[in-house]
């Protein structure tokens, strides 16, 4: 049994039909979150949402929306508040990894400009339409208004030269994490979490994909496994929890060590 901590408090997840989102929502159901999942891709939202409000009996909402533009953002942050008066939790996850390869020279226009609307404008327009409207709330026995957890990558921390739009878009989010974390504090905490290599839709499901990429990159895991949707979603829980109260600002790797203290992507061809 695990303790209800979020019962009369709303989440809203973004990228909420699949991987970390929608493992991220289940755990925050069981402890009795009622949900909205934001998401572009309405097929899929539609049918994660119905399975996790049949098995948790929690409120799961659905919200199609491309967080790249302002107007449907501006929208869904309306509808969501209708919905739901007590979001205390906004988790701004969605994101897209798009095309493995090309460098920052060689990489084409059209294909940058995707990825930084997704990944960084995306979160950005998100957090500016949310958040104003949870730092306004109040909830009885609690100091804070709200979290917000987004979701970046250790290729924010280190760089990877064959994700190089990517690279620049999650280094992008862990620097707008610092200054959210300014603007709206005392009343919401902001974090951000960076996960390394985990089977998720960005690899489409496939452990040989995301084992042919860390191979090509000669990635070394000092926890010697791969990652999981449930390692990213139990952090979140974490900073869901009034146990990271006094936290906010930072960037938290759950990546087995691979940024800090084992060998991140890199592909230069000396061997000396
Ligand atoms: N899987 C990994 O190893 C890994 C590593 C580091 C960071 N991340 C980050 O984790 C986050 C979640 O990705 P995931 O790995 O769970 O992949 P995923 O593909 O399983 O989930 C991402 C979800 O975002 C949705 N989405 C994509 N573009 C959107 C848009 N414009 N508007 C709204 N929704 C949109 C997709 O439809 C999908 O449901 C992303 O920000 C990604 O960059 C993933």
Not at 73 to 102: C, H, S, T, W
Not at 117 to 133: A, E, F, I, P
Not at 167 to 175: N, W
Request: neutral net charge; contains cysteine.
């Amino acid at each position: 049994m695990v303790e209800k901590f979020l019962e009369g408090k709303g989440a809203l997840i973004t990228g909420g039909a699949s991987g970390f989102g929608r493992g991220i929502a289940i755990e925050y159901a069981k402890r009795g979150a009622d949900i909205i999942l934001v998401d572009i891709n309405e097929e899929l939202l539609n049918e994660t949402c119905k399975k996790i409000e049949q098995e948790y009996k929690q409120k799961v909402i659905p919200i199609v929306c491309d967080v790249s533009k302002s107007e449907q953002v501006q929208d869904m942050a309306k509808r969501a508040f209708k919905e739901l008066d007590n979001i205390y939790i906004l988790n701004n996850n969605a994101g897209i990894g798009d095309l493995y390869g090309p460098d920052l020279l060689r990489i084409k226009e059209d294909i940058y400009d995707r990825i930084m609307d997704v990944n960084l404008r995306g979160q950005w327009l998100v957090s500016k339409y949310v958040c104003k409207q949870m730092k306004s709330q109040k909830f009885e026995n609690e100091s804070l208004s709200g979290k917000v957890i987004h979701t970046a990558s250790i290729a924010g921390m280190v760089v990877d030269l064959k994700l190089s739009a990517y690279t620049l878009s999650k280094v992008g989010i862990i620097a707008m994490v610092k200054m959210l974390a300014q603007s709206l504090a005392p009343k919401i905490t902001v974090n951000a979490i960076s996960p390394g290599y985990h089977i998720t839709g960005i690899y489409n499901y496939s452990e040989d994909a995301m084992k042919a990429t860390m191979d090509d990159g000669r990635v070394k895991t000092p926890l010697n496994r791969m990652g999981t949707v449930q390692d990213v979603a139990n952090i979140s829980v974490f900073l869901a929890s009034p146990l990271s109260n006094f936290i906010t600002g930072h960037n938290i790797p759950v990546d087995g060590g691979i940024a800090e203290v084992g060998v991140p992507a890199n592909y230069i061809k000396s061997e000396i």
